[in-house]
């Protein structure tokens, strides 16, 4: 979401929470790498120790 003059009107206009947001979708695309059976063990040790 843009904002006039870069004022900050709700948290998504945060660039901490941009990057955020960005890093999830780059954990999201390597967990899709991983095979089906290693999947939610290796995901699930990707998130607990973040």
Avoid: H, Q, Y
Avoid at 6 to 28: H, M, P, Q, V, Y
């Amino acid at each position: 979401m843009n904002t006039v003059n870069n004022e900050i009107k709700t948290f998504e206009d945060l660039n901490c929470w941009k990057k955020g947001a960005e890093l999830r979708r780059e954990i999201s695309s390597l967990i899709k790498t991983f095979p089906k059976d290693e999947r939610f063990r290796r995901a699930n040790r990707i998130t607990i120790n973040t």
